[in-house]
């Protein structure tokens, strides 16, 4: 098999990312793909005039960008407070995660965004090739540094695992990816060239990289296999890519969460050029005259017609002039809105929270979680975090106890009277302080706050509370007078 090789899986799959993956790109994408996305209307033997007819269907046509919107509405709602990233030392992270300048919290939002329209993606870590162990002063002083790379799921083309001991492990990823070069015949020009990263577990159980490209016209290795190593000049016995998912870590293709949505968006699309057709097509009046002989008719086509207020249209006695314009169908357009209900209702459904496993041992124990899609995506993220920040420490030697967290809590500040009489009587029983109390009122949430800090609040407004009040209740009194 060829370096350019797809795994069964992929090739099945390969069509459906496609479809998620344009519909998120937007109204370009999908027009650009022509008629894949929209049937084309073939009215008559003569293929230039269809062309033509086709391109003007589909200008006309509107596609309501609602994938990409949700997509990035989802997103918004996991980000729409910061996560917590510390990174141990590790602080280029911060500002400068793989290497372009993207910082890894912009790096784990793409990767989120990948979850959303394919299911699935990778991250990697990257280490510049170096000749042995290098201290932490080297690595600052040389800008020798860990990266962390995205690659979107269209881009993993093939994988394998193999049973060690126990355990089955990653032992094969191939990376498809795109590179320029200076054209050799024009120094101002630059030439797309292919590329294929190999990661994999050799005979003896350690990792190498082989880069593959097509900058000699053909395919081949550029290279002999490279062994990196870690920060103590120590080889790897794992490939530093961890497989993500909508629904687990691992290499099983999982559901893709927005496909429901793309194409109920595509049907939408479909509606929507029959919709933009009609009314071009029947939109406009039509001048119509009746009652003329052809003695007329020859002579207003010699002399033509012209109308408006201010010109007379002399006619023979008998005829008439009048418009003609067609009834307004609304069988399109009411698809069209039927089909933006249930648009909207998929969107919802992303939020809303389900019965699901979240791991085997929960399973074995039948204890269930509520989690919704895209919390779901969220926890997975996570978990995938914990694995790649601990391969960066390794990699730049120091940093393992590095933690960046995505909050799952995508609660939208709505609590009902009940809850809210709850919280308040813990007010009134001096369990709670009211700094917490006003924060879960205006957030729908409960900080995350430890015990001790609740503790001290709690008490400094005791201590500052008025002679005779409770909190905000004055104390009942009686008098005997």
């Known amino acids: 098999m060829a370096v350019n090789s797809k795994h069964p899986k992929y090739a099945e799959f390969e069509g459906r990312w496609k479809v998620v993956h344009d519909l998120c790109d937007g109204a370009n994408a ?16 003569d293929q230039r005039e269809n062309d033509l007819r086709n391109k003007a269907y589909r200008d006309r046509a509107v596609l309501y960008e609602i994938t990409k919107d949700t997509k990035q509405e989802l997103i918004g709602i996991a980000f729409s407070e910061d996560p917590n990233f510390d990174p141990d030392g590790m602080d280029f992270l911060k500002y400068n995660a793989d290497g372009t300048g993207k910082s890894y919290y912009h790096l784990m939002q793409s990767a989120l965004g990948g979850l959303l329209d394919a299911g699935r993606g990778g991250l990697f870590v990257d280490y510049p090739q170096t000749d042995g162990a290098t201290s932490v ?14 690659y979107k799921t269209l881009s993993i083309i093939n994988w394998g695992v193999r049973k060690v001991g126990a355990h089955f492990k990653t032992a094969l990823v191939v990376l498809a990816e795109k590179d320029s070069i200076v054209d050799p015949a024009d120094e101002f020009s630059l030439k797309e060239i292919q590329l294929y990263r190999v990661l994999r577990l050799d005979q003896n159980g350690e990792y190498c990289v082989q880069i593959y490209s097509d900058r000699t016209g053909t395919l081949h290795a550029d290279s002999e296999p490279y062994y990196p190593t870690d ?10 890519f961890m497989p993500i998912g909508s629904v687990a870590n691992d290499w099983e293709i999982d559901n893709i969460p927005l496909e429901s949505l793309a194409l109920m968006n595509i049907a939408h699309y479909h509606n929507s050029a029959e919709y933009e057709n009609s009314v071009f097509l029947c939109g406009q009046i039509q001048p119509v005259m009746t009652g003329l002989d052809t003695e007329w008719r020859d002579h207003l086509e010699e002399q033509g017609v012209m109308l408006g207020s201010t010109t007379p249209l002399m006619l023979p006695t008998g005829a008439t002039f009048t418009f003609a314009q067609a009834e307004e169908q609304m069988i399109a357009k009411e698809a069209m809105e039927a089909k933006e209900k249930h648009m909207k209702a998929l969107g919802a459904k992303l939020l809303e929270e389900n019965q ?15 989690y919704s899609v895209l919390s779901l995506c969220v926890a997975n993220l996570n978990e995938a975090s914990e694995v790649v920040l601990r391969w960066c ?3 730049f030697g120091s940093g393992d106890k ?45 900080p995350e706050i430890d015990f001790k800090e609740e503790e001290q609040r709690i008490e400094a407004e ?20």
Do not use: C
Request: hydrophobic letters at 35%.
């Open 30 to 45: 999908v027009k650009k793909a022509g008629a894949l996305y929209l049937p084309e209307i073939n009215v008559s033997k």
């Open 137 to 150: 002063a080297e690595v600052e002083r040389l800008g020798i540094l860990p990266t962390v790379v995205h």
């Open 231 to 240: 920060a103590n000049g120590s080889k790897w016995n794992e490939i530093p």
């Open 356 to 370: 699901v496993v979240k791991t085997a041992t929960e399973s074995n124990n039948e204890s269930m979680a509520k």
């Open 393 to 395: 420490a390794k990699y």
């Open 402 to 446: 590095a933690k960046f967290t995505i909050k799952q809590d995508f609660a939208k500040g709505k609590l009902s009277l009940d809850a809210l009489k709850f919280y308040n009587e813990l007010v009134q029983q001096g369990k709670l302080s009211r700094e917490t109390f006003h924060t879960i009122r205006t957030t729908g949430k409960v």
């Open 462 to 481: 005791t201590a500052s509370a008025l002679p005779g009040m409770n909190y905000e209740r004055p104390n009942s009194t009686t008098s005997n007078t």
